[in-house]
């Protein structure tokens, strides 16, 4: 499936607004700044929790324990999903060299056990279905010894992490 993207909607301001008073300077906008349209929104965990849950109905049917959510795995997924869309590239890999493992570690979790990455897929549905349609996905997700989780999503390009961890 190929990336699509959503129109942004427009940041609404204008910068150096005046007072109107020469020679003094603008009043300060009391307003927090709005977002631009390519600042990443804050984390959807309903989509990143439903992904979640489906990950547990595959990992049923297959005879496996659920995996929990793990807020450490969650964070460097969502750092992960970011990069790719602020540096524009898709890899385990990061353009500094940096893997899945070295992520988990530097976000404080040492038990690494897997890694998914997806973009383009517009819905929690669609990306797990995605991945069970993939055999080295597939055995990520369907890893009994895995035991934790964290998905991290992008919205600007529909860029999905998932982690997995065995602690």
């Known amino acids: 499936m190929a990336p699509a993207e959503s129109p942004a909607p427009s940041a609404g301001r204008s910068p150096g607004r005046s007072s109107g008073r020469p020679g003094k300077p603008p009043k300060a906008d009391p307003r927090p700044p ?10 959807d ?8 849950r489906l990950t547990n109905v595959e990992r049923a049917a297959a005879g496996c324990d659920p995996v929990r959510t793990e807020p450490r795995l969650a964070a460097a997924s969502l750092a992960h999903s970011r990069d790719m869309v602020d540096r524009d590239y898709f890899s385990h890999t990061s353009p ?3 893997g899945p493992g070295d ?7 040492p038990a690494w056990s897997g890694e998914n990455i997806a973009a383009g897929y517009p819905t929690p549905a669609a990306v797990v279905q995605g991945w069970m349609d993939s055999p080295g996905h597939k055995a990520n997700i369907l890893n009994c010894d895995s035991t934790a989780t964290g998905v991290g999503f992008d919205a600007r390009k529909n860029m999905w992490t998932q982690m997995f961890g065995s602690d």
């Open 103 to 109: 992520r988990a570690a530097a976000a404080g979790y």
């Open 45 to 52: 965990t309903a989509v990143t929790d439903e992904v979640t």
């Open 96 to 98: 500094d060299g940096t």
């Open 34 to 43: 709005t977002a631009s349209p390519s600042d990443p929104a804050p984390p």
